[in-house]
């Protein structure tokens, strides 16, 4: 099988491209060459914002797959969808539980796919994409835009894979790294009085999963993660059991994101106030943020609990 991933050069794309290379797949990865492809693949150098430099590093290549990591806005994937166009017959989008941001509610119940249309969800390229400001502040809006654009355009079969928040030792982000240190060295921390549940998923299994489906039939999207969400409370607790550290929780009186005044008297015997501008960790929400993963287990995939692998990640930050 040839594949191409775009982007993938760190964290679990690296290892998406390392199970795929092992299984036999001819691979060729296309990035800025910032970061050098794993021994044993094709590494093609290329700026995918830049569709004639695009074109020219691709030459006459075709693929079975391509597995796209880094499509972040709807004028990315209009590029995606022209410069491979009769290059491939099926193409994976990793997309996000961000285009559920604004969709859940509190107490509400996980979501399915169809939670999120896309084929009725609005584009515009016009808004300033090639800022990376404003994708940084509208980045599940450039996924829904992406997804939306290339359900309605693209010239191959379409998957879209809906990533949970994925944790794991090498994690960059550093969200999980901030429970580890601040439950570790025994500081505060932030949520909201009632934090909403979210789905995450270990890294290695998302990489497993997009090879999964790099070989799979089935199209459309599918949410990829583990099928026990946990609110902040709960991920802290999971932390502080690994350390053998209680977690001191606070709960700021008005947090950024909630317009409501509250009070720490809605907050479990653990928690206590804390001072307004304290920022909220990450990972406490005031909506659910919980993925129904039904389709991926009739697909045939079941994703591990992560009440399985989520002391092994605490650990490896720990270590």
Not at 88 to 103: C, H, I, K
Not at 175 to 197: D, K, T
Request: proline share 10%; aromatic share 8%; hydrophobic share 40%.
């Amino acid at each position: 099988m040839d594949v191409c991933v775009i982007g993938g050069s760190r964290y679990f794309g690296r290892r998406l491209i390392e199970l795929l290379r092992d299984a036999g797949a001819a691979v060729t990865v296309i990035n800025r060459g910032s970061t050098p492809a794993p021994p044993g693949v094709t590494h093609l150098r290329s700026d995918r914002n830049d569709e004639a430099a695009l074109r020219a590093a691709l030459g006459d290549r075709r693929f079975d797959v391509v597995i796209d990591q880094v499509c972040y806005t709807p004028v990315q994937a209009a590029i995606a969808a022209r410069v491979f166009a009769g290059r491939t017959p099926r193409y994976l989008l990793t997309s996000t539980v961000e285009v559920y941001a604004e969709l859940g509610r509190p107490g509400g119940p996980a979501l399915p796919e169809s939670a999120f249309d896309p084929t009725t969800w609005p584009v515009d390229l016009e808004l300033p994409w090639s800022d990376p400001e404003f994708c940084g502040d509208h980045y599940g809006e450039g996924k829904r835009q992406a997804e939306a654009l290339l359900t309605r355009l693209a010239p191959f079969e379409l998957v879209t894979v809906r990533t949970a928040h994925v944790l794991g030792g090498a994690d960059f982000t550093g969200r999980l790294a901030h429970y580890v240190e601040r439950i570790g060295q025994g500081h505060p921390v932030a949520v909201h009085p009632e934090p909403q549940p979210a789905t995450f998923v270990h890294a290695p299994e998302i990489a497993a999963f997009l090879a999964w489906a790099a070989t799979a039939a089935f199209t459309g999207p599918v949410n990829a993660a583990s099928p026990d969400p946990l609110d902040a409370r709960e991920l802290s607790t999971v932390v502080g059991r690994v350390l053998g550290a209680e977690p001191r929780l606070t709960v700021p009186p008005t947090p950024p994101s909630d317009p409501t005044p509250t009070s720490a008297s809605t907050a479990t015997p653990a928690s206590a106030s804390a001072s307004a501008d304290e920022e909220l960790s990450p990972f406490s929400f005031e909506h659910c943020y919980a993925m129904d993963t039904t389709r991926a287990a009739e697909l045939g995939f079941t994703f591990t609990p992560a009440a399985t692998w989520l002391p092994l990640a605490v650990r490896e930050l720990h270590a």
